[in-house]
């Protein structure tokens, strides 16, 4: 049974969340950084009000009201487009300088920053970037899109904006597009290409939050995804918002001016065109969401799993050989895209080895692997990812929620936990949602603690209470996803 609807909570949440942006963009501005973090927790209880008590009683049949919502979506936008970046973070910095190197020829993994050999070529930017004396960590396609920024307005970060405005509107049009599908599993919409119905709804286990009390149910010719824009905008109660008006995605994106929205857009777009079959697209975006940034590598196996059940229950023989194919095609795709920088040599993972062997921030595995293992951290690490993994993919959930469970345990298990690098959840949340996916999509703001000394002092020291207070309540929640996951499974 639906919960009855009520509009003016609806409508009081529409005239509230813009004004909250508004009010953070001044504090971002204006005040100190523990002024801005009160602000950012203020949009994150709001929008987590949202998803409890406003998507289920929203008038989803009305035009009027999705429209108000997407001229939300828009003003949370145009309110951050001009905050300055280093209010949160100084990566961008990195970027226009990767950018800038290479329009003057040079490979941007040979040279450092501070490196004497570049000295002609520094501005007044140059004292903001991070990590100086150390090479580009950053992957091909991602040293593309600064070359391509840089083409666009130089020095300006105006490139940077609008290339990512491009592809935030690009992945929340691809999450429309697999909305109006059906692809998601446990709604009991019929699911299309890879994803087929009677596999999704006996293997899905975690539902997206309200919808928990209907999920057994089958679906009613009214439960159908309506067909036309306006009708997937408010497909199940209104999911691609969750998209849309997400935190983290506005912040990390608009504020902190972090290139993971890229790899989040190529990822979710691999994900639309492998469920509509079209795999050369799909393998293509895939490597490409890998070379923005690694962390999209934790999606593959989910992807390989699916291309697998796919042909499997297709009847379709010489499995392996479609795997050795599409490998290949991967693997070319991969090579060209490393092509214009393989001069650099070993000096392209060097920075990436540095990191991974040394970096420690905010991350409530490693740190214990670290401390327990001593010089085999690596090795431990490894061993627990691939155990995740092995569990993730063996157990019953969508694909979406698969893909965001890869996602969790490669960044918690990593070295270090940035907000940003949870990017690549929003859109698969926004398909079908996890508790423990929300939660890790909003509390992740609190490691930004470490900016109100060094904002003050130039000290960068962590506060190791943040993992306590930031991470217990994650692991609270995935042990609730995985208890109803179980629970539905015996159910079915």
Same mark, same amino acid.
């Given at each position: 049974?639906?919960?009855?609807?009520?509009?003016?909570?609806?409508?009081?949440?529409?005239?509230?969340?813009?004004?909250?942006?508004?009010? *953070?963009?001044?504090?971002?501005?204006?005040?100190?950084?523990?002024?801005?973090?009160?602000?950012?927790?203020?949009?994150?209880?709001?929008?987590?009000?949202?998803?409890?008590?406003?998507?289920?009683?929203?008038?989803?049949?009305?035009?009027?009201?999705?429209?108000?919502?997407?001229? !939300?979506?828009?003003?949370?936008?145009?309110?951050?487009?001009?905050?300055?970046?280093?209010?949160?973070?100084?990566?961008?910095?990195?970027?226009?300088?990767?950018?800038?190197?290479?329009?003057?020829?040079?490979?941007?993994?040979?040279?450092?920053?501070?490196?004497?050999?570049?000295?002609?070529?520094?501005?007044?930017?140059?004292?903001?970037?991070?990590?100086?004396?150390? @090479?580009?960590?950053?992957?091909?396609?991602? @040293?593309?899109?600064?070359?391509?920024?840089?083409?666009?307005?130089?020095?300006?970060?105006?490139?940077?904006?609008?290339?990512?405005?491009?592809?935030?509107?690009?992945?929340?049009?691809?999450?429309? @597009?697999?909305?109006?599908?059906?692809?998601?599993?446990?709604?009991?919409?019929?699911?299309?290409?890879?994803?087929?119905?009677?596999?999704?709804?006996?293997?899905?286990?975690?539902?997206?939050?309200?919808? /928990?009390?209907?999920?057994?149910?089958?679906?009613?010719?009214?439960?159908?995804?309506?067909?036309?824009?306006?009708?997937?905008?408010?497909?199940?109660?209104?999911?691609?918002?969750?998209?849309? /008006?997400?935190? /983290?995605?506005?912040?990390?994106?608009?504020? +902190?001016?972090?290139?993971?929205?890229?790899?989040?857009?190529? *990822?979710?777009?691999?994900?639309?065109?492998?469920?509509?079959?079209?795999?050369?697209?799909? &393998?293509?975006?895939?490597?490409?969401?890998?070379?923005?940034?690694?962390?999209?590598?934790?999606?593959?196996?989910?992807?390989?799993?699916?291309?697998?059940?796919?042909?499997?229950?297709?009847?379709?023989?010489?499995?392996?050989?479609?795997?050795?194919?599409?490998?290949?095609?991967?693997?070319?795709?991969?090579?060209?895209?490393?092509?214009?920088?393989?001069?650099?040599?070993?000096? *392209?993972?060097?920075?990436?080895?540095?990191?991974?062997?040394?970096?420690?921030?905010?991350?409530?595995?490693?740190?214990?692997?670290?401390?327990?293992?001593?010089?085999?951290?690596?090795?431990?690490?490894?061993?627990?990812?691939?155990?995740?993994?092995?569990?993730?993919?063996?157990?019953?959930?969508?694909?979406?929620?698969?893909?965001?469970?890869?996602?969790?345990?490669?960044?918690?298990?990593?070295?270090?936990?940035?907000?940003?690098?949870?990017?690549?959840?929003?859109?698969?949340?926004?398909?079908?949602?996890? /508790?423990?996916?929300?939660?890790?999509?909003?509390?992740? &703001?609190?490691?930004?603690?470490?900016?109100?000394?060094?904002?003050?002092?130039?000290?960068?020291?962590?506060?190791?209470?943040?993992?306590?207070?930031?991470?217990?309540? !994650?692991?609270?929640?995935?042990?609730?996803?995985?208890?109803?996951?179980?629970?539905? +499974?015996?159910?079915?």
């Amino acid at each position: 049974m639906r919960i009855a609807e009520r509009p003016w909570l609806a409508y009081a949440f529409a005239l509230a969340y813009p004004a909250a942006w508004a009010l *953070l963009r001044y504090l971002l501005l204006c005040r100190s950084i523990a002024v801005g973090l009160v602000g950012i927790g203020c949009v994150c209880l709001l929008y987590l009000l949202f998803v409890f008590l406003v998507m289920p009683a929203a008038p989803w049949d009305s035009r009027r009201f999705k429209g108000c919502l997407l001229l !939300v979506a828009v003003c949370c936008r145009l309110v951050l487009f001009d905050v300055p970046p280093e209010t949160l973070s100084d990566d961008v910095y990195r970027y226009v300088w990767d950018g800038k190197v290479q329009w003057q020829g040079i490979n941007p993994y040979r040279f450092a920053p501070a490196a004497e050999e570049l000295s002609s070529l520094r501005e007044s930017f140059h004292a903001k970037i991070n990590h100086p004396f150390h @090479q580009t960590i950053y992957p091909p396609v991602a @040293q593309l899109v600064f070359a391509l920024a840089y083409l666009i307005s130089g020095s300006h970060l105006l490139g940077l904006r609008l290339i990512y405005l491009g592809c935030d509107l690009l992945a929340a049009w691809w999450v429309l @597009q697999i909305i109006g599908k059906g692809t998601v599993s446990s709604f009991g919409f019929r699911a299309s290409g890879l994803e087929d119905q009677t596999s999704e709804i006996t293997r899905s286990g975690l539902s997206p939050g309200l919808h /928990l009390q209907r999920e057994v149910e089958a679906p009613s010719q009214s439960a159908m995804v309506e067909d036309g824009f306006w009708g997937r905008m408010g497909a199940r109660d209104g999911a691609v918002f969750l998209y849309l /008006l997400s935190p /983290l995605l506005l912040i990390e994106t608009y504020v +902190g001016m972090h290139v993971d929205v890229v790899g989040m857009a190529f *990822l979710v777009g691999a994900y639309r065109y492998f469920v509509g079959r079209a795999l050369v697209r799909g &393998f293509t975006l895939l490597v490409a969401a890998v070379l923005v940034k690694y962390i999209a590598l934790a999606a593959v196996p989910v992807f390989i799993a699916l291309f697998i059940r796919d042909r499997w229950s297709a009847g379709a023989g010489g499995i392996a050989t479609d795997l050795l194919r599409w490998g290949g095609w991967s693997l070319m795709v991969a090579a060209a895209l490393f092509a214009p920088y393989l001069a650099a040599g070993g000096d *392209l993972f060097k920075s990436l080895v540095d990191y991974s062997l040394f970096m420690d921030f905010n991350s409530p595995i490693h740190s214990i692997i670290v401390g327990s293992a001593g010089s085999f951290a690596p090795l431990v690490r490894s061993i627990v990812l691939m155990g995740l993994m092995g569990y993730i993919l063996a157990g019953r959930g969508s694909t979406p929620v698969k893909i965001s469970w890869a996602v969790m345990s490669f960044v918690l298990t990593g070295p270090a936990v940035f907000p940003w690098y949870l990017l690549y959840l929003v859109p698969f949340l926004a398909l079908e949602w996890t /508790l423990g996916g929300l939660a890790l999509t909003t509390l992740p &703001f609190l490691s930004y603690e470490v900016l109100i000394e060094f904002h003050a002092s130039g000290v960068w020291t962590e506060s190791h209470w943040v993992r306590t207070v930031g991470f217990l309540p !994650v692991l609270v929640c995935v042990s609730l996803d995985i208890w109803r996951r179980r629970c539905i +499974g015996d159910r079915r």
